[in-house]
């Protein structure tokens, strides 16, 4: 039973265009929500964070939305960059644990010159 | 600093073989844990630690051991390797204040079972 749903495998956008990459939890438990990048053979890195208290979190590029009625979180990055082509990983954990994360399976975003 | 190291970077075992990932972290961080990564999968926690001396399983224990003797180290011990623990293994380190969240992963390390 998949706790953390990232149902698009795939997202291609163009340089400068908005990328948003969606997830879905069922768990009301969780209350603390992450998103990940990584690039092939190697570790994940940490994006951006947000709280369940929080219904946006802004940083740089990158704003992380939260709705916690419809257990939805979505990731905006803009302007896209062909360097942002990665895999994202959507996470989530109760209690602020951030040792202790279930991962969605991933969107692989691309980028396009 | 270096991070989150992780040794070997990559490793083939044969059925029944036991072998210990290790990993190591100078940040002084004092919760870390093991994930393992199959293709087409999200990661997935195996154990975990909140300090040393204290560890406690994940989703995914079964075949695996840990130990933290000190606040820099925490290697997860396969015991009998099975084709089912080909995957990519994944330590991280990991630090939070409430106000700040902070938490690195090392580079992996590639483990086939043949």
Known sequence: ?113 | NAGVTQTPKFQVLKTGQSMTLQCAQDMNHEYMSWYRQDPGMGLRLIHYSVGAGITDQGEVPNGYNVSRSTTEDFPLRLLSAAPSQTSVYFCASSYWTGGKNEQFFGPGTRLTVL
């Open chain 1, 1 to 113: 039973d998949q706790q953390v749903k990232q149902n698009s495998p795939s997202l291609s956008v163009q340089e400068g265009r908005i990328s948003i990459l969606n997830c879905d939890y069922t768990n009301s438990m969780f209350d603390y929500f992450l998103w990940y990048k990584k690039y092939p053979a190697e570790g994940p890195t940490f994006l951006i964070s947000i709280s369940s208290i929080k219904d946006k979190n802004e940083d740089g590029r990158f704003t992380v939305f939260l709705n916690k009625s419809a257990k939805h979180l979505s990731l905006h990055i803009v302007p896209s960059q062909p360097g942002d082509s990665a895999v994202y990983f959507c996470a989530a954990t109760s209690g602020g644990s951030n040792y202790k994360l279930t991962f969605g399976k991933g969107t692989l975003l691309t980028v396009n010159p």
